[in-house]
């Protein structure tokens, strides 16, 4: 067992430089030996079937065949309120009494679903997208736990004690979702293919760590179990190890890391078929920063939060504006402009990578279809703030620029 662990993560460290193929079922058959895995893999099971079980008799009570679909939210995420007398009002009560509706019985929610205006029907699906119930991809089950956290100081007397469990059995439910070596699934109860990887994409596993840590260690977070506010911050760590572990290494020199990496090698792996295995900018900058919150950093940490700035500094454009039009996307010269950064560099020569809808690698973004022109973000600036924060952190460290 010590033997096969070991190799296991030998082979993440080696391979973590490299690209695997696409994400089947077989990546578990590595992890026939491996107790914790496999009891990993049964609660999951168990949690699918738990959801399938509460829509099915819910169904069987109605004489309904099939479920109906809830109303669509082109939005993502569930963003906290501004507006501080905004919690003392109805309307937030009334969209909280809908959040509660659309939990899963697994304690996560889904995405692209309006969960603001009508609760949920009996019968009805939990989401609009039958792979993502539940999910954390775009913001989900992570930003309804904190908006219900931040109306719990304003909720009655009578509604605390509803609030509270559902927000408990959520937590539960994220840290049930980690895997054992500490990442996360895009999706949980595990759904198969890509959705499985190991997940920075639209900073799935970013987002989750920083709730961990909320959880751990914020005020808000007091009527948690001190128990469980420990096993997130101990789960937080076991992520903070495995995204230090995934960083990309090429030419022996650390990079930054992939959108997706594989559950067990750590391998960059591909998702849709434009979403290659690739170095990515702005999911690696969201880890950066993460990285760069950490207090008294060890010395793994700062090697790895100097080499992905290193690279950032490498990559960018500067003084280059990206407009977009009915006719594709063009790049104009303009002084002072926001630097730039391609979503994706290929693992050989770090260039910038572009691939059209159908899998096709092109050489530029203007050989791309005009919808994939415009219907993606293929440069971004987000990695921005991590060269702005930079300087306060060496500065932190007792370390002069």
Partial sequence: MLALRTALWSLSLIAATSAAEPLTLSWRQQLVLEPEWQQYFSRSEYLRQLDQQQLQQELTQLHQHAPTLPAKDLKFGFPLQPNPAFWLSAEANRIAKVILSFQT??????????????????????????????????????????????????????????????????????????????????????????????????????????????????????????????????????????????????NGELTVWAAQHHPVTLEAVKARAYELPALVSSESAEVTLLLMQLPKPSAAVIQSVEAAVAWFKAKQIHNTEMQRSDSGVCFVEKARAKPLWARFYDLEKQQPLFVDRDGTVVGSMAQLSIERQNGYGWYQSNAEAVLKAYPGWRAGLGVQN
């Fill in 105 to 250: 019985p697994s304690g996560g929610w889904s995405k692209r679903t309006d969960m603001a205006s009508q609760p949920r029907q009996p019968g009805q699906l939990y989401g609009t997208e039958v792979d993502y119930i539940p999910t954390f991809d775009n913001d989900a089950t992570s930003t309804q736990i904190l908006w219900l956290t931040a109306f719990l100081s304003y909720a009655s007397e009578a509604m605390k004690p509803e609030l509270q469990h559902a927000i408990k059995r959520a937590i539960g439910f994220v840290l049930a979702a980690q895997y054992p070596n500490g990442g996360f699934a895009q999706s949980y109860p595990l759904r198969g293919g890509y959705h499985d990887a190991i997940t920075l994409n639209d900073h799935v596993m970013t987002e989750l760590l920083k709730l961990l840590n909320k959880v751990a260690t914020e005020p808000q977070f007091a009527f948690v179990e001190s128990s469980i506010r420990q096993q997130a911050k101990q789960q937080f760590l076991r992520g903070i190890k495995l995204l230090l572990t995934a960083q990309i290494r090429l």
